[in-house]
Each structure stands twice: as structure tokens, then as C-alpha cells.
T-cell receptor
Framework: GAGVSQSPRYKVAKRGQDVALRCDPI?????LFWYQQALGQGPEFLTY????????KSGLPSDRFFAERPEGSVSTLKIQRTQQEDSAVYLC???????????FGSGTRLTVV | RKEVEQDPGPFNVPEGATVAFNCTYS??????FFWYRQDCRKEPKLLMS???SGNEDGRFTAQLNRASQYISLLIRDSKLSDSATYLC???????????FGTGTLLAVQP
């Protein structure tokens, strides 16, 4: 596609519920990143894929967070047993590999009630 | 100490004013630096890269001071449409990720 597509755009989850957030990167982009942005803060790195390999998951805040990119294109970020502190905008970005080639999706706004 | 420090603002300036933002970083291995712009409820978008020699794009000028580990963004002749959050970003070291500051909110008043 022409840009990075994320779905759903908004998600309201009850505390304890599992959620799955989807990211469709730009076709051909080998690098894919997930970021978490809390209100009033800058985006915080969660995890990074190069093709299907998850090369860095140092930013995942707990073992309730899991990401995958099985075929090196679409990626899913899964959050198990959601908690209120998980409420944030989750941004996906893809890149052909260069530092200035990042394109961000519009994000998924997750609200845990 | 946070990896990137920015004054969160808000900076309230009249149209036509010149405004400058600074940002300090702690990772001396950082290789690349950027300013991103983020409008309310939108995704961040690259505004400009920052080079050691300084670079200009129209009304925007970015500078990097490696010795003091800070970057700056100068906006001349502010427009209402410049109102947004400006994020200081660096890339490099051993990782391939972008590290963002908290952002500086600019509000240009008519």
C-alpha cells in the first residue's frame, strides 16, 4: 500500500481482556517497529523486526506483550490481560532500512477500562 | 538521566515570531539526528534531518553540537500552521531504533 496501515484505529478493552493490534507496513520495507506513546509523552520503543526476525524486544514492558511478523510483512502486537497502564497510542513504523526512511502509521488508540 | 531531554513547553508565540527549541542527548554514540513534527492525534512525521554543519529548509534551521551533545531547531516567521509538537529524535549506537524526546508544544497565536 501507499502508507503504513494500522487497525483498529480505536480499541476499548476491559481490564484483563486480550487485544491484538495489526500493522501493514509499506510493501518492501524490511524494517518494522512498534512504539507506545502515552499522553503527553514522546513515542517509546517497544520492538523491532528485520523481515520476520525480531532483533530487538528490549522495550516490551512485560511478558504480557508479544509481537510477531511471521512472513516478514504484516505484524501483530498482542497484549494479554490488559491493565489500565497499557492505555496509550500504539504506533507502527516501517523503513527500507535507512534511519531517515521511517514512515509511521496513524496508530491504534487503546483505552483499558 | 533520560536519553533525550526537551523542554515540554508550551511555547506560545505570536504569528511572525522567531522561536527556538533545544534538545540534549546523553548517548555520545548517536549517529543521526532528526526533528519530527506531530500534530494533535496524528502520527509523527519527519520534519528534517540535522547535520553537523547545520542545515536549513525554508523557515526552519537545524543545528547539531556534538561537543555539547545538543541539537536545536529555529523557526522564523512563525505561521499558525506551525502549531504542533516538535519531537527531538536520535538514531544510532548499536541499535536500529529511533529514540524520541517528550516533545515541545508550540502554539502560534494570531
Amino acid at each position: 500500500g501507499a502508507g503504513v496501515s494500522q487497525s483498529p484505529r480505536y480499541k476499548v478493552a476491559k481490564r484483563g481482556q486480550d487485544v491484538a493490534l495489526r500493522c501493514d507496513p509499506i510493501s518492501g520495507h524490511v524494517s518494522l517497529f512498534w512504539y507506545q506513546q502515552a499522553l503527553g509523552q514522546g513515542p517509546e520503543f517497544l520492538t523491532y523486526f528485520q523481515n520476520e526476525a525480531q532483533l530487538d524486544k528490549s522495550g516490551l514492558p512485560s511478558d504480557r506483550f508479544f509481537a510477531e511478523r511471521p512472513e516478514g510483512s504484516v505484524s501483530t502486537l498482542k497484549i494479554q490481560r490488559t491493565q489500565q497502564e497499557d492505555s496509550a497510542v500504539y504506533l507502527c513504523a516501517s523503513s527500507p532500512g535507512t534511519a531517515n526512511g521511517y514512515t509511521f502509521g496513524s496508530g491504534t488508540r487503546l483505552t483499558v477500562v | 538521566r533520560k536519553e533525550v531531554e526537551q523542554d515540554p513547553g508550551p511555547f506560545n508565540v505570536p504569528e511572525g515570531a522567531t522561536v527556538a527549541f533545544n534538545c540534549t542527548y546523553s548517548n555520545s554514540a548517536s549517529q543521526s539526528f532528526f526533528w519530527y513534527r506531530q500534530d494533535c492525534r496524528k502520527e509523527p512525521k519527519l520534519l528534517m534531518s540535522v547535520y553537523s554543519s547545520g542545515n536549513e529548509d525554508g523557515r526552519f534551521t537545524a543545528q547539531l553540537n556534538r561537543a555539547s551533545q545538543y541539537i536545536s531547531l529555529l523557526i522564523r516567521d512563525s505561521k499558525l500552521s506551525d502549531s504542533a509538537t516538535y519531537l527531538c529524535v536520535f538514531h544510532g549506537g548499536a541499535t536500529n531504533k529511533l529514540i524520541f524526546g517528550t516533545g515541545t508544544l508550540l502554539a502560534v497565536q494570531p
